[in-house]
């Protein structure tokens, strides 16, 4: 099943544009994490916020995190054509033991 | 660096051949995980394992086993390979809670005729 879904499916910017992407979900959280794909590629961990945090930041990242609305947000300052990737949030609903349910994902795209 | 490699990158089979697809991982990790992604349906978790010889369920199990007989390898199988198995699998391992996050091979992009 999905727990996270992603808003937009896809997104198209210029370079130097901010980007903004979505993840909601349904079950209460322990943890929410987004990673990144480049294409034909094998996933890579961003940034992990848990449930009792509100912001976070790394790099040019910026994620938050609304437990009341069960939805977060990625933020990709000052892109650059290297972000040009697919973007999933991966949530772990509360009583899976181990599991983690990834989203179908945003597909960015950074124009040069 | 953390690694998690996968035997082949691109693999073309015939249908109803047996087909292994291999991931090893070297960082100790408890935890091995099989996913098929298709566009459209994001990570679909087929099987993952949470020590040497166990394994549970994912979401979609049908038409896969799998096989751990050492901790840092982790093997999917498809017993008779179907045209709707054409997918790109990817493995991933984790730590002991799971919960946590997850490393990722390089994906075996599977192409069944």
């Known amino acids: 099943s999905q727990q996270g879904e992603e808003d937009p499916q896809a997104l198209s910017i210029q370079e130097g544009e901010n980007a903004t992407m979505n993840c909601s979900y349904k079950t209460s959280i322990n943890n929410l994490q987004w990673y990144r794909q480049n294409s034909g590629r094998g996933l890579v961990h961003l940034i992990l916020i848990r449930s009792n945090e509100r912001e976070k930041h790394s790099g040019r990242l910026r994620v938050t995190l609304d437990t009341s609305k069960k939805s977060s947000s990625l933020l990709i300052t000052a892109s650059r054509a290297a972000d040009t990737a697919s973007y999933f949030c991966a949530t772990d609903a509360d009583g899976s033991a181990r599991q983690l349910t990834f989203g179908s994902g945003t597909q960015l795209t950074v124009l040069p | 660096d953390v690694k998690v490699t996968q035997s082949s990158r691109y693999l073309v089979k015939r249908t109803g051949e047996k087909v292994f697809l291999e991931c090893v991982q070297d960082m100790d990790h408890e935890n091995m995980f099989w996913y098929r992604q298709d566009p459209g349906l994001g990570l679909r978790l087929i099987y993952f394992?949470?020590?040497?010889?166990?394994?549970e369920k994912g979401d979609i199990p049908e038409g896969y086993s799998v096989s751990r007989e050492k901790k840092e390898r982790f093997s999917l199988i498809l017993e008779s390979a179907s045209t709707n198995q054409t997918s790109m699998y990817l493995c991933?391992?984790?730590?002991?809670?799971?919960?946590?996050?997850?490393?990722f091979g390089p994906g075996t992009r599977l192409l069944v005729l």
């Open positions: 991933a391992s984790s730590r002991r809670t799971g919960k946590e996050t997850q490393y």
């Open positions: 394992s949470y020590d040497v010889k166990m394994k």
